[in-house]
């Protein structure tokens, strides 16, 4: 159960990391005017603050897996809308984006507290927080090595397939599962 949200959380990582730091670019190259690449940042930043207001109650009141799903679907959903759109509706998409990446990442401690207990949860959380990290790093590499096989659509592939991989990793955990080890 540890190594399936460990592999998650790393898979989720790169549909937000690769593009967040281009941005602006690639919105550029998909229509948008730099002033408008600039408001689909500030867009996700207030996305991301709603985000981290809403989905951690939500969490409570729903269950962490289920709320989690929900955002890794998002998260899927939103990457391969990006690949596909071009123009101003790139704009709430790259806000439900980053809005699904970054609130998830808030529910990851609750998520292996509630799944493993207290003991050890500094460890817990920490090992699994490295798994974003993985995901931070694995993306540039992966890009480097797809991108003269899939050419300029390797970043967003690499997002989607990433994202949906995730979504599948998590649907696969069973709480109770690790609660009983």
């Not at 409570?60 to 799903?69: A, E």
């Not at 920490?126 to 990290?133: F, H, P, R, S, V």
């Amino acid at each position: 159960q540890f190594f399936l949200l460990f592999a998650a959380v790393a898979l989720v990582t790169p549909a937000y990391m690769l593009l967040s730091p281009q941005l602006i670019t690639l919105c550029m190259g998909k229509g948008l005017s730099k002033n408008l690449a600039l408001l689909a940042i500030s867009c996700a930043s207030v996305a991301i603050t709603v985000g981290q207001l809403v989905i951690p109650p939500l969490s409570d009141r729903l269950g962490r897996k289920r709320v989690m799903l929900a955002m890794w679907a998002l998260a899927a959903l939103c990457a391969v809308l990006f690949m596909l759109c071009t123009g101003v509706p790139l704009i709430p998409i790259w806000a439900g984006l980053a809005m699904a990446v970054n609130s998830s990442s808030n529910l990851i401690t609750a998520f292996v507290i509630d799944m493993f207990g207290f003991r050890h949860s500094g460890v817990n959380t920490g090992l699994m927080n490295m798994a974003g990290g993985v995901g931070a790093l694995a993306g540039p590499a992966l890009l480097g090595l797809l991108t003269p096989l899939w050419g300029d659509g390797a970043i967003y592939l690499i997002g989607v397939i990433g994202a949906a991989a995730g979504f599948v990793c998590m649907s696969r955990i069973d709480p109770d599962t690790a609660k009983a080890t």
